[in-house]
């Protein structure tokens, strides 16, 4: 009932290894640090790019390499339907990605997939792995150990810290998450909040049927599974998870614990 299977459907996601089978799906927050410190993040270097200053020009990232967008024609389409397009000199660079001038970027361990936009005004602290085709977007903060899936969305004035993305997640408006993980397809209203520390000392209880469950994580926010919604300005309380198929209401906050499939939380 608690292991990752039952929240997800993990055969797309490229890295899935951080779920084993037969434990509590929140252990993939133990392992996150581990996972992304053990990650091959290439030389993601460039003159143009100083920690921590804004970006003065556009750069692009193309087989497995920073360079600028002087000579290059940008197509802004559809970021999750593939449609972020590059070329210089009317030849396509296929699977390039593309980072805004303005952005700020913090580290080197960062690791852009395929079709990757990342916008003016995002702040970025390493370590972090955006998928195929995500678009981090003005005013996103993305505060470190966070990964994503492909198609994914972290939005304007939304922050993130140390947290998964499944496949087509998107946290679009005004979000904040820590320590958390959205299933695949999950989508946030703007303004949700997952609270992760509880008032008291001591580790997170997970509520359940049979009684509470140590988490084990003093930082524990919510774990959404596939294609469950939330409403505008919904939280969540430290140690929430929400089975697949299920709707958090707008203005409504969602007790902690465990919440069975296709419920309705109002």
């Not at 820590?178 to 209203?189: E, M, R, T, V």
């Amino acid at each position: 009932m608690l292991s990752a299977p039952s929240f997800f459907d993990l055969s797309d996601f490229v890295h899935r290894a951080l779920f084993a089978e037969h434990v509590p799906v929140w252990d993939a927050l133990k392992n996150l640090k581990d996972y992304m410190n053990g990650l091959d993040y290439g030389q993601f270097r460039h003159e143009r790019l100083q920690d921590g200053v804004p970006l003065a020009c556009h750069l692009i990232f193309h087989e497995g390499k920073l360079q600028t967008a002087e000579g290059c024609q940008i197509v802004y389409g559809d970021t999750n339907k593939g449609k972020l397009r590059v070329s210089r000199d009317g030849q396509e660079l296929a699977g390039a990605s593309v980072i805004m001038a303005g952005a700020v970027l913090m580290g080197s361990r960062i690791l852009l997939s395929n079709g990757v936009l990342i916008e003016s005004g995002a702040l970025i602290k390493e370590p972090a792995v955006f998928g195929d085709c995500t678009e981090v977007r003005q005013g996103a903060y993305v505060r470190g150990y966070c990964l994503t899936g492909s198609r994914c969305v972290i939005g304007h004035a939304t922050e993130v810290k140390h947290s998964i993305f499944l496949n087509d997640a998107k946290a679009g408006h005004f979000a904040y998450l820590g320590d958390s993980i959205l299933g695949g397809a999950a989508n946030l209203g703007a303004g949700t909040k997952f609270a992760n520390l509880r008032f008291l000392p001591g580790n997170v209880q997970v509520k359940t049927p049979d009684g509470p469950l140590d988490s084990g994580l003093r930082k524990f926010g919510a774990i959404l599974g596939d294609r469950v919604q939330t409403g505008c300005n919904s939280v969540t309380n430290p140690g929430t998870l929400i089975g697949p198929d299920s709707l958090l209401l707008p203005n409504t906050t969602a007790p902690s614990g465990y919440h069975s499939p296709k419920s309705m939380l109002r």
